[in-house]
């Protein structure tokens, strides 16, 4: 049986998104078409969105405004439209069936910040073209017990050990 799945990279660990880039990376080697949104990155200049522009049939739109205010009891309006435009971003690249992979990086923070309802998330995952897989990335999807019901593949990235423990900041190529 095929069909598009329904896959979350999640846990406390690094590598969520260069898992799901990896996925990318593959998917176009066999001349599919993928869509990246991200829904929290937009201020820093990261690697992949250089890489992004080799490929045709890749689109990446990094669409938050950068990192998210966590300590704020509610969420910046700015944030909540960001993430909304984001969310719409990505259901029309899903229903439009051009891509058969569809990314939806950092949207488990924006459900967990509360910037989206996970509700429209669940909507969007039902009615989603048969053919299409979605990549969701993030920490927290065990928050959603919805979302992982819904999912057909869940991997846990778990830290064990982490450079930032020795002091050693994050570096290009690697981490950004």
């Not at 201020?43 to 490929?55: D, H, N, P, T, V």
């Not at 990314?103 to 459900?111: H, M």
């Not at 065990?142 to 050693?168: R, S, W």
């Amino acid at each position: 049986m095929k069909k598009g799945l329904i896959v979350v990279n999640t846990g406390n660990g690094k590598g969520k998104t260069t898992a799901a880039l990896g996925l990318a990376f593959r998917a176009l080697g066999h001349g599919f078409k993928v869509c990246m949104v991200q829904f929290i990155k937009g201020s820093w200049k990261y690697g992949e969105l250089e890489a992004a522009k080799k490929f045709d049939n890749f689109i990446l739109l990094p669409m938050g405004k950068g990192f998210v205010n966590l300590g704020a009891k509610e969420p910046d309006q700015r944030d909540i439209q960001l993430a909304l435009e984001t969310l719409e971003k990505g259901k029309k690249a899903v229903m439009s069936e051009e891509y058969k992979i569809v990314i939806f990086d950092e949207i488990n923070y924006a459900l967990t910040y509360n910037l989206i309802k996970i509700e429209d998330v669940m909507k969007l995952l039902r009615e989603k073209p048969e053919n299409v897989h979605i990549v969701l990335t993030g920490r927290g999807a065990e928050k959603f017990p919805e979302l992982v019901e819904a999912a057909d593949l869940i991997t846990e990235m778990k830290e064990i050990k982490h450079p930032y423990q020795k002091g050693i900041t994050a570096q290009r190529g690697i981490e950004f």
